[in-house]
């Protein structure tokens, strides 16, 4: 076994890896840039080695860099985690050149897997069932163009070196093919340093199903089971379930050995996915071949009992598979819900900024919380927004539900946007409940996912008033501790006044309304009225702002945090922000310049699409701008003229920019 290896990569797979090797007795080494300069998986490490600018592309994209952190330290092999370099057949190659040991497959392996279309004819001289499609070298766009037709509409192109849901665009009709087209190259080109691309015909309403596969340099294989991954948006995951629901013990052996006969034609060592397409009726075909570990590996140990980390270090080291097909079982049922900072409302438009709160539930043999962040860190501009994952455990997929459920409800994230709200109602939404599963799901039940923007009920206006009510009080408390006489009935907080009790009112506001909440002392508690409604409640609160309320004498558990002015109240399993509104406060929101289009979030322009003058309808798309690895299409918020652009392509713009002077029609 390896007494050092180096992590060559961050935040969450990082901190995974360094667990394992911890446990094992292996040091370890990180690799940072300047973003990630204090960041945990760096705090983890026993060692820690910066490597550059904060762009991936000038620290963890840059394979000399790497090599000579692992030679410094005397590190033996490299984990390369997911995403970077951990299918790149250069670093591969690289780390046999300097005599350090890759902790995946061998170049040969990675080659072949590497391009989509190279794959697939892999695949077909293995018997492993194909997508109808092209994957050929003829990369005209008049020839992609005339397959396509000759396949039927609707297709999918995909980058043939692509992976992650990047560089895929679906076109549903002839005359949208070529504007796809350029898309996707242009995305490919970006994510993956090649236009090359394959179309295949798009399958209606399919499921996404994947295979764990291991091998070892002995020439043994076996598959770990199956992973339901068919919950996505922008054809990117965002939960995973192991077991598949619905698969027969003879669709399951039937796939795992197509799986494995994948793995065995290009020699695979170590851990692997071999990703299939499934019909509703249960066809299923190769899709792609995965040559790292994957982002929902722990659903797969979850449901077997073991460490996938473990498992590539010992084969990496030589040692045989440590169980064979026959030693390996199914227990229960696990699903992983990807926590991102993002907004679903606003098309999962990513988010940055500093996690101001972050608790998560409380981890046990149920639940299992692996995280890159902490606390006070931040999601920057330069790397995938993922926050954590939440993984859950349970004896059927039933129970694995409620524990996914109470999980979430228990998740608190306050600083930047994100999408445990959307994944509480995605695991209720009765589809994905009843197993209703297809890679449209999210789209198919819209109107579920995504209810609108309906105001808060009046308890989370009473949590939130009984939080700052409290607040004042522990104020109120410690100046009288800290005061020369802390007996004064000064002090008091309890409302008295000579000719009776005090009445006052907090207000708060969600979007642009206003709600008052009055407010009267009784006894230990408070009378409050919201709406012509009143009740009595008392409760008390931790440091944390986690609460335990008691309304007209139900007793329920709620948090609030509060951030400047706003009031982040956690009740019934979501989460609802609503600001505090000081009466004295003179707002000077609205004032200012009119007119331009905002850069959602940190990123760079990469098209033009309008040129200055033009006149344009509604949705009309003006620019493109990249960040966090997608495209971002910003369109005319109403029908009007672009007078100019405000940047170049090529040009970084930041967060709230105005990108472009835009008058709208009047008339």
């Known amino acids: 076994m390896f007494e050092k290896i180096l992590i060559a990569n961050r935040g969450e797979i990082a901190c995974r890896i360094i667990k394992t090797a911890r446990r094992m007795g292996v ?25 550059g600018a904060s762009p ?55 080659r072949a897997m590497g391009s989509k279309s190279e794959a697939k004819k892999l695949m077909e001289a293995a ?41 895929m665009r679906l076109v549903d009709r002839a005359e949208d093919f070529e504007a796809a087209l350029a898309s996707c190259k242009r995305e490919a080109s970006a994510s993956f340093g090649s236009e090359h691309v394959l179309v295949e015909r798009y399958i209606t309403r399919p499921r996404h199903v994947e295979f764990q596969v291991f091998g070892d340099s002995h020439g043994e294989y076996v598959y770990l089971f199956e992973r339901d991954c ?10 995973e379930e192991a077991p598949a629901p619905g698969m027969t013990p003879e669709r399951r052996k039937q796939m795992g050995e197509a799986a494995v006969a994948a793995a065995r034609a290009v020699r695979y ?9 499934a019909t509703q009726d249960g066809q299923f075909f190769f899709m792609e071949m995965n040559t790292r570990l994957q982002v929902e590996h722990p659903v797969t140990e979850m449901i077997t009992g073991l460490d996938l980390v473990e498992w590539q270090l010992r084969v990496a080291s030589g040692e045989r598979l440590p169980l064979s097909q026959e030693q390996l079982h199914i227990n229960g049922h696990a699903l992983e819900a990807r926590i991102y900072a993002e907004d679903p409302a606003r098309n999962f438009l990513p988010s940055t900024g500093r996690l101001v709160h972050l608790a998560p539930p409380a981890e046990s043999l149920n639940v299992r919380v692996d995280t890159g962040v902490e606390e006070g860190d931040s999601i920057s501009p330069f790397y995938d927004p993922m926050i954590a994952k939440l993984i859950v455990w349970d004896d059927d997929r039933e129970r694995a539900l409620a524990r996914m459920q109470q999980a979430l409800a228990d998740y608190r994230v306050v600083g930047v946007n994100n999408n445990i709200d959307f994944l509480s109602r995605l695991v209720a939404c009765p589809a994905f409940a009843q197993a209703d599963l297809d890679t449209g799901l999210i789209e198919r039940e819209r109107d579920f996912l995504f209810p609108g923007a309906a105001g808060p009920p009046p308890d989370v206006f ?20 800290r005061s020369a006489d802390p007996s004064s009935p000064w002090h008091a907080r309890d409302g008295w006044r000579l000719n009776g009790a005090a009445r006052r009112a907090l207000i708060y506001r969600f979007g642009e309304t206003q709600t008052s909440v009055g407010v009267a002392n009784s006894g230990d508690g408070f009378v409050l009225t919201v709406d012509g409604v009143t009740v009595v409640v008392r409760g008390r609160s931790d440091a944390r702002g986690k609460m335990r309320v008691e309304l007209d004498g139900v007793r329920m558990d709620a948090a609030v945090i509060a951030a400047g002015g706003m009031r982040h109240v956690f009740l019934h399993g979501r989460t609802w922000r609503i600001a505090a509104v000081d009466p004295l406060h003179v707002s000077s929101e609205g004032v200012g310049a009119h007119g331009g289009l905002l850069a959602p979030m940190p990123g760079k322009v990469i098209a033009l699409l309008v040129e200055p003058g033009a006149q ?27 007078k100019s652009h405000r940047f170049a392509v090529g040009d ?11 008058e709208p029609t009047t008339k």
């Open 127 to 167: 018997s492993v069932p194909l997508t109808p499609g092209y994957h050929g070298d003829d990369q005209d766009s008049a020839r992609l163009k005339a397959e396509a037709d000759k396949i039927g509409y609707p297709v999918m192109i995909k980058a043939a070196a692509g992976g992650g849901g990047k560089g």
């Open 652 to 662: 970084q713009v930041g967060d709230g920019a105005e990108l472009v002077d835009f």
């Open 56 to 110: 991936a592309r000038e620290s963890y994209l840059v394979i000399d860099k790497i090599i000579a952190a692992a030679r410094r330290t005397g590190a033996q092999a490299i984990h390369p985690g997911y995403g970077f370099l951990s299918e790149n057949e250069a670093f591969c190659h690289a780390c046999e050149e300097a005599g350090v040991v890759f902790i995946g497959p061998p170049v040969g392996a990675i």
């Open 230 to 239: 068919s919950v996505q948006r922008r054809h990117q995951k965002v939960l």
């Open 462 to 481: 009473v949590v939130a008033a009984l939080a700052d009510l409290l607040r004042e009080k522990q104020w109120a408390q410690e100046k009288a501790r």
């Open 27 to 51: 040091a370890t080494v990180a690799v940072y840039s300047e973003a990630d300069a204090m960041s945990r998986h760096v705090r983890m490490a026993d060692e820690a080695v910066f490597i």
């Open 269 to 277: 060592v170590g851990a692997g996915t071999v990703e299939f397409i």
């Open 616 to 642: 344009v309808e509604k949705g009309a798309p003006l620019l493109i701008l990249e960040a966090m690895k997608m495209e971002h299409t910003i369109a005319a918020p109403s029908r009007g003229t672009l």
